[in-house]
């Protein structure tokens, strides 16, 4: 008996050992998987990217104000603007969302949300967000004259198709038929 005890600690220790001996590999290097945001980082005044000139609609308040039919609905306005990371149709897109500089001009595209933008051939496909799509005939009118006119400046792009939270729909917001591609002719200019 004593004999099987000696051979099986001999065998235990031989195993234990054995198993000690294999060789451990280095650990990977990990990316910690959050890290904190680098602190006084200097923002290059002059993002790299390719500049372009564009033309943004805007409102004229006159017209609004008045109603004169004599006047502009929409006064364009040149802008120069960096094209990087992000398309030139999402850059306009972007720039119709802010308040333009002249006090004589608004935007009725402050508040909508622009959920995608892509172009196919001669069209840009716009989805908006329907959560703050409200407003009248005027409001509905403003927001489909600066999309298609400052969309359709964009070369090769001849017509703008409308989606609401990524769905044809027959109005933008019950007045306006946006089944079919809309083109400056369509609007109006």
């Given at each position: ?18 198993a ?6 280095p ?9 904190d ?7 290059d ?8 000139e ?18 502009e ?15 030139i149709?999402?850059?306009v ?7 333009p ?20 051939e ?62 400056r ?5």
């Amino acid at each position: 008996m004593k004999k099987i005890m000696i051979l099986g600690l001999i065998f235990l220790l031989i195993f234990s050992m054995a198993a000690c001996k294999q060789t451990a590999e280095p650990p990977e290097e990990q990316t910690p998987v959050t890290q904190d945001p680098p602190q006084n980082v200097v923002v290059d005044p002059n993002p790299v990217g390719e500049k372009e000139e564009i033309t943004i609609y805007y409102i004229n308040n006159d017209y609004i104000a008045t109603g004169n039919e004599s006047l502009e609905k929409a006064i364009p306005v040149k802008k120069e603007v960096v094209i990087g990371e992000k398309s030139i149709e999402e850059v306009v897109l972007e720039e119709l969302q802010k308040n333009p500089e002249d006090e004589k001009l608004s935007t009725a595209m402050g508040i909508i949300k622009v959920l995608s933008v892509e172009t196919a051939e001669n069209t840009a496909f716009v989805n908006l967000s329907g959560e703050k799509l409200r407003g009248g005939s005027l409001d509905e009118t403003m927001i489909l004259t600066q999309l298609i006119l400052s969309l359709t400046e964009l070369p090769g792009i001849e017509q703008v198709q409308i989606y609401v939270d990524g769905s044809v729909r027959e109005t933008l917001m019950s007045h306006y038929e946006i089944m079919e591609p809309l083109t400056r002719e369509d609007i109006g200019y």
